[in-house]
């Protein structure tokens, strides 16, 4: 069974950073492009970023451009993003997926950026 | 900017059918492929309709996808409406720089 288990959310103050990471089990993360996906309480689904499975394109939502930086350690079958000068408006849960084909998602991780 | 717009709400009684729509701001929507998500209250998004008309092992096969490329929009149609059909729904595509765009959002309400 494919599972993708995100983790690093919680409480910070607007200016602060927080480290999401992405765990997957029964899939080698390495063979596939992964996003980050946020949904913002009450709001529709927003795509973040993506990298690609080598790591050789990566592309940022402009909303976070900037401050926001994914990356991925294959070798731990793992995907990241920190995030910097967390805003007021980043408040979300962030989900990782697999857009393509069949398309995973992890159940989410909330971050809440609030002073 | 690459837009995919959704109608906020449909309502239908079970055993109808309902269909959504999700229409490209610009481009040609056929140029790349659409996934459908179902997202229920409190639940991760979960995949629908891929590549499409694509469906997940799983998926039953009263959901079915297609694109109409005179309208520039793809639909997902739920034919023998369930009341666990009740949900939102998604689309999603990629944008000229092949970065992902999700569609504004359609809640599914069973009467």
């Known amino acids: 069974e494919v599972q993708l288990v995100e983790s690093g959310g919680g409480l910070v103050q607007p200016g602060g950073s927080l480290r999401l990471s992405c765990v997957a089990s029964?899939?080698?993360?390495?063979?596939?492009?992964m996003n980050w996906v946020r949904q913002a309480p009450g709001k529709g689904l927003e795509w973040v970023s993506y990298i690609s499975s080598s790591s050789s394109t990566i592309y940022y939502a402009d909303s976070v451009k900037g401050r926001f930086t994914i990356s991925r350690d294959n070798a731990k079958n793992s995907l990241y993003l920190q995030m910097n000068s967390l805003r007021d408006e980043d408040t979300a849960v962030y989900y990782c997926?697999?857009?393509?084909?069949?398309?995973?998602w992890g159940q989410g991780t909330l971050v809440t950026v609030s002073s | 900017n690459f837009i995919l717009t959704q109608p906020h709400s449909v309502s239908e009684s079970p055993g109808k059918t309902v269909t959504i729509s999700c229409t490209a701001s610009s481009g040609r929507i056929a140029s790349k492929f659409v996934q459908w998500y179902q997202q229920r209250p409190g639940s991760a998004p979960t995949t629908v309709i891929y590549e499409d008309n694509q469906r997940p092992s799983g998926v039953p096969d009263r959901f079915s996808g297609s694109i109409d490329s005179s309208s520039n929009s793809a639909s997902l149609t739920i034919s023998g409406l369930e009341t666990q059909d009740e949900a939102d729904y998604y689309c999603?595509?990629?944008?000229?720089?092949?970065?992902?765009?999700f569609g504004t959002g359609t809640k599914v309400t069973v009467l």
């Open positions: 029964g899939l080698t993360l390495s063979n596939y492009n």
């Open positions: 999603q595509s990629y944008d000229s720089s092949d970065q992902g765009v």
């Open positions: 997926a697999r857009l393509t084909g069949v398309g995973y």
